[in-house]
C-alpha cells in the first residue's frame, strides 16, 4: 500500500531546518497523519456511535442532534452519535490486521467484541503509531454460540425476510445464516462491539499540524 513518504520522502529530508524538525527528530515512531490529521469530522461531523438494538421503531419526529443538525434515529438502522472534531485514537500499525471474518473467526469471548484492530503493538518491528477512527456499537449475535451474526437487511437473494422489509430480526437472521452458512441457534442477542478505522483522509493545513513551533 501507499504511503505518505512514497511521494512526499521521508520525514527528516521534508521537515529538515523547520520548527517542527525537534520534533520529529525526538519521535521516530510517528506515522505522518498523527501529525497531519490532529482531527477528523472538521467541517461534516462523522459517525462515532451505531447501536443497531434499537432499530425497527416507529420514532415521529426523528430526533436531531442539536450541535451537528444530523438525524440521531434512523428505523433501519437504529440510534447513532455524531461528532465534529473527533480527535483519533493512536495505536501501532504495520499493515496488518486482527479481523471477525465470517465462518473463520466470528465467535467470542468477551465484550466488547473487537471486529477490527491492527494487530500490532509497541514491540512489533517497523510498526509505527497511526491515527484510528474509533467505532462503538452494538450488533446482533447469536445468544447461544456466542456468534456474531449477519442480518439479512435488504433484496430477496438472501431470502424471503429481509428486515428492511418485515423488520424481524430472527427472520432475517434465519435468512442470512441459510445464505452464509453460519450457524444460528434461533436465540439473538445485541452485543457491545468496537471496530477501528484508518485515518487517512483530511489532511489539515500545515499550520494546523501538530509540532509546528514546537507546539506538540
Known amino acids: 500500500?501507499?504511503?505518505?513518504?512514497?511521494?512526499?520522502?521521508?520525514?527528516?529530508s521534508i521537515h529538515n531546518g523547520l520548527t517542527v524538525q525537534?520534533?520529529?527528530?525526538?519521535?521516530s515512531t510517528l506515522a505522518c497523519q498523527v501529525c497531519h490529521i490532529p482531527a477528523i469530522a472538521r467541517n461534516q461531523s462523522t459517525k462515532v456511535e451505531w447501536y443497531w438494538s434499537d432499530a425497527g421503531q416507529d420514532i415521529d419526529?426523528?430526533?436531531v442532534d442539536p450541535a451537528t443538525g444530523r438525524e440521531t434515529y434512523d428505523k433501519k438502522k437504529g440510534?447513532?452519535?455524531?461528532?465534529?472534531?473527533?480527535?483519533?485514537?493512536?495505536?501501532?500499525?504495520?499493515?496488518?490486521?486482527?479481523r471477525m471474518m465470517i465462518n473463520t473467526n466470528d465467535q467470542y469471548t468477551e465484550v466488547p467484541v473487537v471486529?477490527?484492530?491492527?494487530?500490532?503493538?509497541?514491540?512489533?518491528?517497523?510498526?509505527?503509531?497511526?491515527?484510528?477512527?474509533?467505532?462503538?456499537?452494538?450488533?446482533?449475535?447469536?445468544?447461544?454460540?456466542?456468534?456474531?451474526?449477519?442480518?439479512?437487511?435488504?433484496?430477496?437473494k438472501g431470502g424471503?425476510?429481509?428486515?428492511?422489509?418485515?423488520?424481524?430480526?430472527?427472520?432475517?437472521l434465519q435468512d442470512a445464516s441459510?445464505?452464509?452458512?453460519?450457524?444460528?441457534?434461533?436465540?439473538?442477542?445485541?452485543?457491545?462491539?468496537?471496530?477501528y478505522l484508518t485515518v487517512n483522509h483530511e489532511v489539515a493545513p500545515k499550520e494546523e499540524a501538530f509540532g509546528m513551533d514546537n507546539n506538540c
Not at 2 to 11: I, S
Not at 160 to 172: E, H, I, R
Open 178 to 195: 441459510a445464505y452464509t452458512g453460519q450457524e444460528y441457534s434461533g436465540k439473538y442477542e445485541f452485543v457491545d462491539t468496537v471496530m
Open 160 to 172: 424471503d425476510n429481509p428486515y428492511w422489509v418485515k423488520y424481524d430480526w430472527d427472520l432475517a
Open 61 to 63: 419526529p426523528i430526533p
Open 115 to 156: 471486529l477490527a484492530k491492527p494487530s500490532a503493538n509497541y514491540t512489533t518491528p517497523g510498526a509505527l503509531i497511526y491515527p484510528f477512527k474509533k467505532m462503538i456499537g452494538n450488533q446482533p449475535a447469536d445468544a447461544i454460540n456466542k456468534r456474531m451474526l449477519v442480518p439479512h437487511l435488504f433484496g430477496l
Open 1 to 12: 500500500l501507499k504511503d505518505c513518504v512514497d511521494c512526499h520522502g521521508n520525514q527528516g
Open 22 to 27: 525537534p520534533t520529529i527528530d525526538r519521535h
Open 79 to 98: 440510534t447513532f452519535v455524531w461528532a465534529n472534531n473527533v480527535r483519533p485514537k493512536l495505536l501501532y500499525f504495520d499493515g496488518k490486521w486482527d
